[in-house]
């Protein structure tokens, strides 16, 4: 027995215990307490019922519209972000920075592409984002554009789905998971009930490789600790800076001398959308960065 040290993986939370899966093989659950802050998909150490968390390899986080910052999954490798006609602007422009910046892979997953209408949306989002992410057209309903999908799971290791309530994320996990079975179109964090605080939450294995984390759905994605660097160099559609360097190494690309985005955009490389959206994500996380600031301040 020598050898034997008692690490795994969380592969369900259920609110007040979780479920190990041990590098033996053997589960079992573990009284954690309601505010422990582990996640499905973090890494383990066990010793009877303490359970230390290891090291994450990655981390994604998001803020809520009243300023609460939510931990969206530890040691993803990919993050699908699903949306359906009517989905919310902004999200997916904030989902593609965090994801990003956290060195998760974004794609989107536009979903109910068996609806009429939803060509228009899915032409619009490949105008916009074929240059920066993977678009995976799917109907979770009709259970079609799944394989293409699932091939990129298969290489992906670990992902999850983002997206607003309604957008089709647990009709997709159970098209891509059969045995899950999650409730459709029941709870939301809208509702106040959310998922996330009263049932399970699972890591996948999916039978052609790779592994899904199921994730609540929420109305905002909004940046945590993203800095102003960040947002400029993983903003879809800003690509094309890259290879051109600005005049100023801090340039916040708005009306400094010798800005390179501000050359792209009118050259046209740089689509003026894409730039009215950036100015406008960029505000908030100034404001961000500012209220963080003067919060270090007071307490140092
Ligand atoms: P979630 O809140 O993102 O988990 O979304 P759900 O999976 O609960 O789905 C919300 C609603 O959209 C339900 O009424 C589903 O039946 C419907 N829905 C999900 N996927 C599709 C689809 O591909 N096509 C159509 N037409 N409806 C869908
Ligand atoms: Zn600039």
Redesign the pocket.
């Known amino acids: 027995m020598s050898s034997f040290t008692p690490s795994g993986l969380i592969v369900a939370h259920h609110g007040i215990s979780v479920e190990v899966l041990f590098d033996s093989g053997q589960r079992r659950m573990v009284r954690v307490k309601r505010n422990s802050g582990h996640v499905v998909g973090d890494n383990v150490i066990v010793t009877g019922e303490v359970l230390k968390r290891l090291p994450r390899r990655t981390e994604l986080q998001r803020r809520d519209a009243r300023g609460g910052i939510h931990l969206v999954g530890a040691n993803l490798d990919v993050l699908g972000i699903?949306v359906?006609p009517l989905s919310p602007g902004g999200f997916i422009d904030r989902a593609i920075v965090a994801a990003q910046s956290a060195q998760l892979q974004p794609f989107l997953v536009v979903?109910?592409?068996?609806?009429e209408g939803t060509s228009e949306l899915l032409e619009e989002l490949k105008r916009v984002y074929s240059g920066s992410v993977q678009i995976f057209p799917?109907?979770?309903?009709?259970r079609s554009g799944l394989a293409p999908l699932e091939e990129f799971l298969s290489g992906g290791h670990r992902g999850a789905?983002v997206?607003?309530?309604?957008?089709?994320?647990?009709?997709?996990?159970?098209a891509l998971c059969p045995e899950i079975d999650?409730?459709?179109?029941?709870?939301?964090e809208y509702k106040g009930m959310g998922r996330h605080t009263t049932t399970v939450s699972t890591l996948h294995a999916l039978a052609g490789g790779g592994e899904l984390v199921d994730t609540p759905?929420f109305r905002d994605f909004g940046l945590v600790d993203i800095t102003v660097e960040e947002l400029a160099e993983f903003f879809p559609g800003f690509e094309a800076h890259r290879d051109v360097a600005c005049k100023f190494r801090n340039c916040r690309h708005r009306t400094e001398p010798g800005c390179a985005v501000l050359e792209l955009v009118g050259q046209g490389r740089i689509p003026a959308e894409r730039y009215a959206t950036y100015m406008e994500i960029l505000k908030e996380v100034e404001t961000l960065q500012a209220a963080a600031r003067s919060r270090d301040w007071k307490n140092n």
């Open positions: 699903v359906a979903n109910k592409c068996d609806l799917i109907s979770a309903a009709e789905f997206g607003t309530t309604g957008v089709g994320k647990s009709s997709l996990l159970n999650l409730k459709v179109g029941s709870l939301s759905g």
